[in-house]
Antibody, heavy 120, light 108 residues
Framework: QVHLQESGPGLVKPSQTLSLTCSVS??????????WSWIRQHPGKGLERIGY???????YYNPSLESRVIISVDTSKNQFSLKLSSVSAADTAVYYC????????????WGQGILVTVSS | DIQMTQSPSSLSASVGDRVTITCQAS??????LNWYQQKPGKAPKLLIY???NLAGGVPSRFSGSGSGTHFTFTISSLQPEDIATYYC??????????FGQGTKLEIK
């Protein structure tokens, strides 16, 4: 059973950088059949994929966030990470990491989510 | 981006009722449509993939159908534990995937 767990600060000041890590267990992040994604959900709202990374380091970013996002992977630790710069209150959301299918693009395993609040 | 329009945005039904939610895509997405269930405070859970395939361990009262631009998600007999928000998600327009806005299901 694959398990994902987000970690990082729950409070970030405006203009600073949000940094989160997703630790994967029960499966290798180097499995070529999957992308590793970050998805966020604003309070009471729907779901928005931020981007994904493949084990090779290839990334995709949502165009609406592309200028502020970096997703990286550490295969030796079986982790991948999200950095979102220049945050504002509009970035307050629950952030999820998830495994995304390579062919059939569904999200089959998710972390529990971490609420990140942007506030001074 | 492809827009996904779910309806209704909320609905109230009784235990045992048949419940149907629809998802309309702004352009043809073949059958590249998935459905998720999200309970309060929890991550979404995959229920249906490729429009009509039941994900592993998902009860058979859940089903999906459709192709092209119109899709339907059905619960054949609503159970109390089905109270959640349901989302559709398309992946035809690679790489962006987009989600519907969600349907909140409540017990009457």
């Amino acid at each position: 059973q694959v398990h994902l767990q987000e970690s990082g600060p729950g409070l970030v000041k405006p203009s600073q950088t949000l940094s989160l890590t997703c630790s994967v267990s029960g499966g290798s992040i180097s499995n070529g059949d999957y992308y590793w994604s970050w998805i966020r959900q604003h309070p009471g709202k729907g779901l928005e994929r931020i981007g994904y990374i493949y084990h090779s380091g290839r990334t995709y970013y949502n165009p609406s966030l592309e200028s502020r996002v970096i997703i990286s992977v550490d295969t030796s630790k079986n982790q991948f990470s999200l950095k979102l710069s220049s945050v504002s209150a509009a970035d307050t959301a629950v952030y999820y990491c998830a495994r995304e299918g390579f062919g059939v693009k569904y999200f089959d395993y998710w972390g529990q989510g971490i609420l990140v609040t942007v506030s001074s | 981006d492809i827009q996904m329009t779910q309806s209704p945005s909320s609905l109230s039904a009784s235990v045992g009722d048949r419940v149907t939610i629809t998802c309309q895509a702004s352009q043809d997405i073949n059958n590249y449509l998935n459905w998720y269930q999200q309970k309060p405070g929890k991550a979404p859970k995959l229920l249906i993939y490729d429009a009509s395939n039941l994900a592993g361990g998902v009860p058979s009262r859940f089903s999906g159908s459709g192709s092209g631009t119109h899709f339907t998600f059905t619960i054949s007999s609503l159970q109390p534990e089905d109270i959640a928000t349901y989302y559709c998600q398309q992946y035809n327009a690679l790489p962006p995937v987009t989600f519907g806005q969600g349907t909140k299901l409540e017990i009457k």
